[in-house]
Structure formats: structure tokens, C-alpha cells
């Protein structure tokens, strides 16, 4: 039976923050950056779709209407006034942290390995969903609390303080923290034991 002289050694970090994963977080967020640049017109098309989809399943009629043109989510209901000007929301806020997921995920030994690699889009497929919802939070604030009269006549004190409390939790913390939890959750690489070293003349 082995026989164990010493304890063993601590497990040690998968991921070492030194030069070399300062330069693959670097690589990934300039890729990322051109990645975002080049689809961010589609991508929000996508939320937009996707928002609306949502929104429009607690209407009676449906009335809501979104879509992306310039870098802006516009926001359109059945119901306005021909005249009336149509809210404009921008869409850069809800989404930029894809880059910074795209930056953590990098700091991986092998990020372009299939397993790391897989569980990135997946963890980008998982903030899709959460860009969605905040975009919902952010329609339906404005709806509870930016259009005056109207919001009061539709929206109650517990329904404005919801969407409002949503769509701010997002803007301040959310958007930076959703990067970090799906990063540590996906993409942070378990811990590797370290065998201990056997002095000279020590049998196993």
C-alpha cells in the first residue's frame, strides 16, 4: 500500500496572471473589439426581435414595435400618435461587454482549444438571453416612467419602481458583472493538483 511521508501540495491556479495571459487578454480584446464592430448592426437586429417577441407576449393587443437603425434601438407602439416622436434607445450600453467576456475568456493557457472555445460561445449565447432581457427592462421602463401622463395611467407606483430598478441595476452593475459570473462560471479553468516532489530514498 503507498505510503504518504508528507502532505501533499495545495492545488495551483489553471491561470497564471503573468505576461504571457496579459498578452492573450490583450489578443482577445482587440479581436473581440473588430468582432464587435464589424456584427454589432445585426446583433441588435437580433435583440430587437427577440425584445419585442417578449414584450409583446404581456400586451393586449400587441402594439409594441422595435428596431435597430444607427447604433439605436427605436421604439414604436401602434398606439402613438402619428406626430409623435419615437424614442430612440441606444444600443452600444447594453451590449459592449461582450468584449470584455471575449477578454476574459482569453486569459485561458489555450483559449482556442475546443473545450475553452465551446464554453465561450456558450457563455456568449447565455449573455445574448441576458442583453434580451435587459433590453425588455429598459423598453418597459421607458414606457413606466418617460412618458408622462400616459405612464402614470398604464404603469402603477410597484410596476415603475420595478422596470426603473431593473433597467438601472443593469446600466450601473449588471453589465459588468454578467461577464465575470459567466466567465467564472464557464470559462475559469478548474485547478490543477500539484504532485508532491519524493526525497531520494522515499518509496512509494
Not at 9 to 35: K, M
Not at 116 to 137: D, E, K, Q, S, Y
Request: net charge positive.
Amino acid at each position: 500500500m503507498a505510503r504518504r511521508t508528507r502532505a501533499e501540495r495545495p492545488a495551483a491556479p489553471a491561470i497564471r496572471l503573468d505576461a504571457g495571459a496579459a498578452l492573450r487578454a490583450a489578443i482577445g480584446f482587440g479581436a473581440a473589439l473588430l468582432v464587435w464592430f464589424a456584427f454589432s448592426a445585426p446583433y441588435e437586429t437580433t435583440l430587437a426581435a427577440a425584445a419585442q417577441a417578449v414584450i409583446r407576449l404581456g400586451e393586449r393587443p400587441s402594439v409594441t414595435a422595435l428596431a435597430s437603425s444607427g447604433g439605436e434601438i427605436r421604439v414604436d407602439r401602434a398606439d402613438f400618435p402619428p406626430s409623435s416622436p419615437r424614442p430612440g434607445l441606444p444600443a452600444a450600453d447594453t451590449h459592449f461587454n461582450f468584449v470584455l467576456l471575449s477578454a476574459l475568456f482569453a486569459l485561458a493557457p489555450h483559449p482556442l482549444r475546443a473545450r475553452p472555445f465551446g464554453r465561450f460561445w456558450i457563455a456568449a449565447c447565455l449573455l445574448w438571453a441576458i442583453h434580451v432581457a435587459a433590453m425588455v427592462f429598459e423598453v418597459e421602463a421607458l414606457y413606466a416612467t418617460r412618458l408622462g401622463s400616459w405612464s402614470e395611467a398604464h404603469y402603477g407606483p410597484v410596476a415603475r419602481n420595478l422596470w426603473a430598478a431593473g433597467f438601472h441595476f443593469y446600466q450601473i452593475a449588471g453589465r459588468f458583472a454578467a461577464p465575470f459570473a459567466l466567465w467564472w462560471m464557464l470559462g475559469r479553468p478548474e485547478e490543477e493538483a500539484v504532485a508532491p516532489r519524493r526525497r531520494k530514498g522515499e518509496r512509494a
